[in-house]
């Protein structure tokens, strides 16, 4: 592992820990075995480790790789996959979403726009999927961001009200079950 590497992998940890507010750069350089000079070089400031935690800890380097494998699914199956990977990365970055949550009212304006271009890039690259899906391929745009934006907070709803509020472990297979319900209920309509 690089330094870089290292230093990205340090923060995490910590902003997992003690979030972003709570996390010092001499805890991270400490954590990651190099000097805080060493830390500014390849970073510059706390906010850019921050924006490159975001870039490699979050779900869209998945999405990213898992589009060009579920292309050729059909809406609801490429859905599926989506929603199932991106809980597995939600899952896993758990105790990051429970610190975020405690204290994204005080975060420097930087900070919010770092996590919110991440969430906007993510969902580009669902609506530039989306847009090849035959079934979606009625929309306008204004409509494709709203489905993009329906799908993000039905998985993240379901990650938040089983994990965060109800302390529950997600069985995948469940989980793949009630978010097929909702797929259909969303492609379909309730009626």
């Known amino acids: 592992m690089n330094t870089h590497e290292k230093i990205i ?13 709570g996390t010092t750069t001499k805890e991270i350089a400490a954590l990651a075995g190099v000097s805080e000079i060493t830390l500014f070089r390849h970073f510059g400031s706390k ?4 924006e490159e935690v975001i870039s490699n800890k979050s779900f869209l380097l998945d999405l990213k790789s898992l589009l060009p494998k579920i292309a050729d699914l059909d809406l609801k ?5 989506i929603a199932t990977e991106n809980t597995k990365k939600l899952i896993l970055k758990k105790g990051a979403i429970k610190i975020f949550f405690s204290e994204v009212d005080r975060y420097p304006i930087k900070i919010k726009e770092i996590h919110n271009n991440m969430c906007n890039a993510q969902d ?11 079934e979606l ?6 409509d494709l961001i709203l489905i993009t934006k329906t799908i993000r907070y039905i998985i993240f709803g379901h990650f938040i009200d089983k994990v965060i509020i109800r302390n529950e472990e997600i069985d995948m297979e469940n989980f793949r079950n009630n978010f097929a319900k909702n797929i259909d209920f969303l492609i379909n309509g309730i009626n």
């Open 137 to 142: 391929s009625k929309h306008s745009a204004e």
């Open 9 to 21: 992998k340090a923060a995490f940890e910590l902003f997992s820990q003690k979030g972003y507010l």
């Open 77 to 81: 199956d490429a859905l599926l996959e």
């Open 47 to 50: 906010e850019k480790i921050f």
């Open 124 to 134: 580009s690259i669902l609506i530039s999927f989306f847009q090849s899906k035959e």
